[in-house]
C-alpha cells in the first residue's frame, strides 16, 4: 500500500486517509505506523475538527501531499456509523480544504 500512497503524492493528486477511530479492520495506530514509514514533512499539526453538530467530528493532520484525519465514533465504514461526520470530512475534502476548526 506504500508504494501506491507514495505514487499518489508523486502525481501531486489531492490524496486523504481517513480511519474511524474505532475501526479494528484498519485501526488508526496501523495508518500512523505507516505514515512514519514515509518520513512526511507536517504541513499542519494534529488538531480536532468539528461537524455541524459542533462537536468534535474527529482528529486531522495535514503532511505534504497528504491529509489523514480520524472520524470519532466511527468503524470501518464510516459513512455508516458517522454520516454527518463523514460528509463534513467529504465536503471539506472536495472543497479543498481541511475539516472545520
Request: glycine share 8%; net charge neutral.
Amino acid at each position: 500500500m506504500l508504494p501506491s500512497i507514495q505514487q499518489l503524492i508523486s502525481s501531486e493528486l489531492s490524496t486523504w486517509l481517513y480511519s474511524g477511530d474505532t475501526d479494528s479492520v484498519c485501526p488508526v495506530t496501523s495508518t500512523l505506523y505507516s505514515l512514519d514509514i514515509l518520513r512526511l514533512p507536517t504541513n499542519s499539526s494534529w488538531r480536532a475538527w468539528y461537524s455541524d453538530d459542533d462537536q468534535v467530528g474527529g482528529y486531522v493532520v495535514g503532511y505534504k501531499g497528504l491529509v489523514f484525519a480520524t472520524v470519532r465514533g466511527s468503524g470501518h465504514m464510516v459513512p455508516t456509523y458517522q454520516p454527518r461526520r463523514a460528509l463534513t470530512l467529504f465536503s471539506s475534502f472536495l472543497q479543498g480544504r481541511l475539516p472545520p476548526e
